[in-house]
């Protein structure tokens, strides 16, 4: 009998435990979205070694378990012949790159970082043996911000507290975009809490993220999308029932 009773209060002990466990895992957690602080120095003399470095955090703790950190470095106007270097770690989340440039001229450099399911990739431009710069960047940057199209479409109803799927439609010279960086920034009127949700590519130019709202009104959705010379966002609405 006392075997029995012994059973039954340890089946009673570990029916508990799994549901303390269950609870502690259904607690919804706001992911942070990982910051590359990309550090390029604004001038320098050909035949000098350079150090680029990008410093990586999430919720401004050092990542120093990046999943890939590369250098991206090319002349103004040959962007087709970039060089990509990876980057090295050395402490506290920085990762560098050493770097001598020939020839004088304007030359960009942007790190690509992947972390924790994230990639984020800002760039930098350096000027060598005081060059002249090229007025192309500006005329660039609006030619690929005109020719870059989303097509945005949230659910027709969204519920607080019920996941909602959404889509974007990304293209560019009206052909698809594919393997572009999509992420929806997402914060409610009024409030300077903003959450990022990153986009998978399903098919050519689609992408598709789910998401869940915790309160009722309005919210802000900007669509950031960045590929190579590309970086185009635009800003949606949607009303959480």
């Known amino acids: 009998m006392k075997k029995i009773i012994l059973l039954i209060l340890t089946a009673v002990v570990l029916a508990a435990c799994g549901q303390t466990n269950n609870t502690s895992n259904s607690s919804d957690e706001v ?20 150090t680029f ?6 919720n401004e703790k050092a990542v120093n378990d990046a999943d890939e950190v590369k250098f991206e470095i090319w002349q103004e106007g040959s962007k087709s012949n970039s060089e990509m270097v990876k980057a090295k770690h050395t402490k506290n989340g920085i990762y560098i790159v050493k770097k001598t440039f020939d020839q ?18 800002p760039k930098a431009k350096i000027n060598i043996g005081n060059a002249k710069k090229k007025d192309t960047t500006k005329k660039e940057h609006n030619r690929h911000h005109s020719q870059t199209k989303v097509e945005f479409q949230p659910p027709e109803k969204i519920t607080k507290g019920e996941e909602a799927a959404f889509t974007a439609n990304v293209s560019t010279k009206h052909e ?9 920034e997402i914060w409610q009127k009024n409030s300077k809490k903003h959450e990022w949700v990153n986009m998978e590519e399903t098919s050519s130019g689609r992408y598709e993220a789910k998401t869940t709202f915790k309160n009722k009104g309005n919210y802000q959705i900007k669509v950031h999308v960045k590929k190579d010379e590309i970086h185009y966002h635009n800003v949606f609405e949607v009303n959480v029932k």
Request: charged share 20%; net charge positive.
């Open 176 to 184: 698809p975009l594919s393997d572009a960086s999509v992420t929806m």
């Open 31 to 50: 992911v942070q979205p990982i910051q590359a602080d990309l550090q390029v120095p604004k001038r320098a003399e050909p035949g000098k070694k350079i």
């Open 104 to 121: 004088k001229g304007i030359y960009y450099v942007q790190s690509h970082v992947t972390a924790r399911q994230m990639h984020t990739m």
């Open 53 to 58: 470095k990008v410093t990586v955090t999430q």
